[in-house]
């Protein structure tokens, strides 16, 4: 079964049962952890919600604000977490460290997760179904501007495409290219351009056009 992503199906990525294998196993480790007494049910359930609660739209304030803040945009390339600290935002996940990498005319970012699924969820929510199948991780290697097709973005031959694998350690930020013909807009107008998938890499901001055209 396929998912669908913004309108489009990806059959050559989403196709694999991955969902019910990390459910089972998510499963086994909670039973684990439990029975071991390094924490409670109640534990677990609270760390769900505060992972639940997170959404794209919190990557999405971050990139608006490097949009229109050219010295926040500065910061968080060169150091990415005190910048995200301006925000209130910190990775929930202490050990590990960000970088952000910012699309231009001249070199596009695609990240994957070779192994599993490391992905800075304290700004973007849960990884989707598609970033962690067996597909996706080894097609996004082998063939990115393939992947990036499917997902309907067509990226030109003379840009170069980097591929980032995200680790345990370390895992990465995409700041997408501003739209063309959003000068006039407010910060929180630019977010509304911003999905999950332009901060992964496998597609670009939405455009003013396209928003209006959904609408």
Same mark, same amino acid.
């Given at each position: %079964?396929?998912?669908?992503? =913004?309108?489009?199906?990806?059959?050559?990525?989403?196709?694999?049962?991955?969902?019910?294998?990390?459910?089972?196993?998510?499963?086994?480790?909670?039973?684990?952890? /439990?029975?071991?007494?390094?924490?409670?049910?109640? &534990?677990?359930?609270?760390? %769900? &919600?505060?992972?639940?609660?997170?959404?794209? $739209?919190?990557?999405?304030?971050?990139?608006?604000?490097?949009?229109? =803040?050219?010295?926040?945009?500065?910061?968080?390339?060169?150091? !990415?977490?005190?910048? +995200?600290? &301006?925000?209130?935002?910190?990775?929930?996940?202490?050990?590990?460290?960000? #970088?952000?990498? #910012?699309?231009?005319?001249?070199?596009?970012?695609?990240?994957?997760?070779? +192994?599993?699924?490391?992905? !800075?969820?304290?700004?973007?929510?849960?990884? !989707? =179904?598609?970033?962690?199948?067996?597909?996706?991780?080894?097609? $996004?290697?082998?063939?990115?501007?393939?992947?990036?097709?499917?997902?309907?973005?067509?990226?030109?031959? #003379?840009?170069? /495409?980097? *591929?980032?694998?995200?680790?345990?350690?370390?895992?990465?930020? /995409?700041?997408?290219?501003?739209? $063309?013909?959003?000068?006039?807009?407010?910060?929180? &107008?630019?977010?509304?351009?911003?999905?999950?998938?332009? %901060?992964?890499? *496998?597609?670009?901001?939405?455009?003013? *056009?396209? %928003?209006?055209?959904? $609408?």
């Amino acid at each position: %079964m396929t998912e669908a992503h =913004d309108g489009h199906q990806h059959p050559g990525i989403d196709g694999d049962d991955g969902q019910t294998y990390y459910a089972r196993r998510a499963q086994a480790i909670e039973a684990l952890l /439990v029975a071991k007494g390094i924490c409670t049910t109640g &534990e677990v359930q609270l760390a %769900m &919600e505060q992972v639940e609660a997170r959404s794209p $739209a919190d990557g999405a304030r971050v990139v608006a604000h490097a949009w229109v =803040d050219a010295g926040f945009k500065t910061r968080l390339l060169s150091d !990415p977490i005190p910048a +995200l600290a &301006e925000l209130g935002y910190a990775l929930a996940e202490t050990t590990t460290q960000l #970088e952000v990498v #910012e699309n231009t005319d001249e070199v596009h970012h695609l990240v994957v997760c070779t +192994l599993c699924s490391c992905y !800075p969820s304290t700004l973007l929510g849960r990884p !989707p =179904d598609w970033y962690k199948s067996l597909a996706y991780r080894s097609r $996004a290697v082998a063939d990115p501007r393939g992947v990036m097709r499917e997902f309907g973005l067509n990226v030109a031959e #003379e840009v170069k /495409v980097r *591929v980032l694998d995200s680790t345990a350690d370390l895992r990465y930020l /995409v700041l997408p290219r501003r739209p $063309a013909g959003t000068e006039g807009l407010s910060e929180e &107008e630019l977010a509304k351009l911003v999905t999950r998938d332009c %901060m992964i890499g *496998v597609t670009d901001a939405l455009s003013p *056009v396209s %928003m209006a055209s959904s $609408a």
